[in-house]
């Protein structure tokens, strides 16, 4: 039986908290002075970085989605290779299989994510330049999406064979909840502990970010748009998690 942990008194979180604000006034003073004295080396470096990213954006976009294509195919051989091995009765073996069809997955949608964020830099500069690169880059990102959910697909399908009570079609909308609906209660359990961790770690990450655009705005005209961008997923997470609390206790 776990023991049950103690709440913190009263003082020790008087205390935690001041220690927080003085480690953040910390971060912040220090880091406006540095910003302050090093402005213009700070604002070269940002600048040049900046149409470092701009001027290869298409190239990164197309090396991403062949990189994508090149990963996914390898793992779901992978997938299947360990599937094909499995002697179909040690579970053991099965629940090790089952995790790593997760590590393919969770790789898969690292790669997917950094390319839709590359895509988006290089779709923008599709309005200021009509440059050949640009759309290439885009139809490469188009086709290694694509490829991208057809790889996916295999590796849920492997799973399915795994555990046959798994349901969820990847191209479907309803693919999570149907996933999670066929899910047992430990599974469920680690699911919701998980997505629970995601939502207290998100807190200090939008914490971080608020404090790098504030340096970032000692040194660069950001204007409104990164803080309003930060309210509304900081707000949206909020009110979101706030709801199905109170939607769950009903």
């Known amino acids: 039986m776990s023991k049950q942990k103690k709440e913190t008194g009263r003082k020790a979180g008087f205390l935690q908290t001041g220690i927080m604000m003085l480690i953040g006034a910390i971060i912040g003073g220090g880091g406006s002075l ?16 900046a149409a470092s990213i701009s001027l290869y954006s298409s190239r990164a976009l197309i090396g991403l989605s062949v990189l994508g294509c090149i990963t996914g ?12 091995n499995w002697d179909k009765e040690d579970e053991e073996e099965a629940e090790h299989i ?23 830099i290089v ?25 991208n959910l057809i790889c996916l697909d ?30 047992d209660e430990r599974e469920k359990v680690q699911v919701f502990h998980a997505g629970y961790e995601v939502y207290l770690k998100s ?3 939008y914490l971080a970010l608020f404090v790098a655009l504030i ?36």
């Not at 790593?100 to 997917?112: D, G, H, N, R, T």
């Not at 849920?156 to 046959?164: F, I, R, T």
């Open 98 to 120: 089952e995790k790593s069809y997760e590590c393919y997955q969770a790789v898969m949608s690292i790669l997917s994510v950094v390319g839709v964020c590359v895509s988006g």
């Open 215 to 250: 340096l970032l705005s000692t040194i660069l005209d950001l204007g409104l748009a990164p803080f309003l961008l930060l309210l509304i997923i900081w707000c949206s997470q909020t009110l979101i998690y706030a709801y199905y609390c109170r939607n769950y206790k009903k």
């Open 154 to 183: 295999r590796i849920v399908n492997y799973m399915k064979k795994l555990n046959p009570d798994k349901k969820g079609n990847i191209f479907s909308w309803n693919y999570d909840k149907e996933c999670l609906a066929s899910c």
């Open 203 to 205: 807190q200090y990450l």
């Open 34 to 49: 540095v910003f302050f004295f090093w402005r213009e080396p700070l604002r070269e470096v940002l600048k040049n970085l």
């Open 123 to 147: 779709i923008s500069k599709l309005y200021k330049e009509n440059a050949a690169g640009n759309g290439i880059a885009v139809y490469f990102f188009t086709i290694g999406a694509f490829w």
């Open 73 to 84: 195919t390898v793992l779901v051989l992978r997938a299947r290779k360990k599937y094909k």
